[in-house]
T-cell receptor, first 118, second 113 residues
Framework: AQKVTQAQTEISVVEKEDVTLDCVYE???????LFWYKQPPSGELVFLIR??????QNEISGRYSWNFQKSTSSFNFTITASQVVDSAVYFC???????????????FGKGTHLIIQP | EAQVTQNPRYLITVTGKKLTVTCSQN?????MSWYRQDPGLGLRQIYY???????DKGDVPEGYKVSRKEKRNFPLILESPSPNQTSLYFC????????????FGPGTRLTVL
């Protein structure tokens, strides 16, 4: 069974601070995919990034960066110089590869509510 | 515009009154799924479909039915809704490849009284 743990239920920081959202996962699959989604107050789910289990390179996209470490089964997300518009619920998710190589459902963490105060 | 649509967006109903939430995608995706989101629980998969006429249970299928008669549509059916099915529901679709990005609909907020 797959599991995703986001231990931080809520984080509150002041604008311009850096903040890291933690994600720890469990899976028996050797091939799997990790995702981050953002859910702003308007409610929609916005895709941020996908990583496969064979690519441990960290990724940076503007103020966002992701640190994937298989050794600790973690896929952490850092926002540098946070802004009020970053306020949202962030979900980490995991998808394994089924025996036929097809898509598996996403297993979501419970989410981290990030509050950026002006 | 590539999108996943859900209807209705908001629904208040009473216990036991059958309802259907529709989901449609225009991206020719093979894979479609339904999730429910509850406070403190994140999103949990209800049912998914790998292609037309192929559906399977997710993590929380009790009380729900689905069908996939056409590739673009994947309705969620609550035959006899109960208050514990009050939730925010999301439909999603993707190409049927492992690791493909899932595109989510805007969500349907359901209240069962």
């Amino acid at each position: 069974a797959q599991k995703v743990t986001q231990a931080q239920t809520e984080i509150s920081v002041v604008e311009k601070e850096d903040v890291t959202l933690d994600c720890v996962y469990e899976t028996r699959d050797t091939t799997y995919y990790l995702f981050w989604y953002k859910q702003p107050p308007s409610g929609e789910l916005v895709f941020l990034i996908r990583r496969n289990s064979f690519d441990e390179q960290n990724e940076i996209s503007g103020r966002y960066s992701w640190n994937f470490q298989k050794s600790t089964s973690s896929f952490n997300f850092t926002i540098t110089a946070s802004q009020v518009v970053d306020s949202a619920v962030y979900f980490c998710a995991l998808s394994g590869q089924d025996s036929g190589g097809g898509a598996d459902g996403l297993t979501f963490g419970k989410g981290t509510h990030l509050i950026i105060q002006p | 515009e590539a999108q996943v649509t859900q209807n209705p967006r908001y629904l208040i109903t009473v216990t036991g009154k059958k309802l259907t939430v529709t989901c449609s995608q225009n991206m020719n995706h093979e894979y479609m799924s339904w999730y429910r989101q509850d406070p403190g629980l994140g999103l949990r998969q209800i049912y998914y479909s790998m292609n037309v006429e192929v559906t399977d249970k997710g993590d929380v299928p009790e009380g729900y039915k689905v069908s996939r008669k056409e590739k673009r549509n994947f309705p969620l059916i609550l035959e006899s809704p109960s208050p514990n099915q009050t939730s925010l529901y999301f439909c999603a679709s993707s190409f049927g490849l492992a690791g493909a990005e899932q595109f989510f609909g805007p969500g349907t907020r359901l209240t069962v009284l």
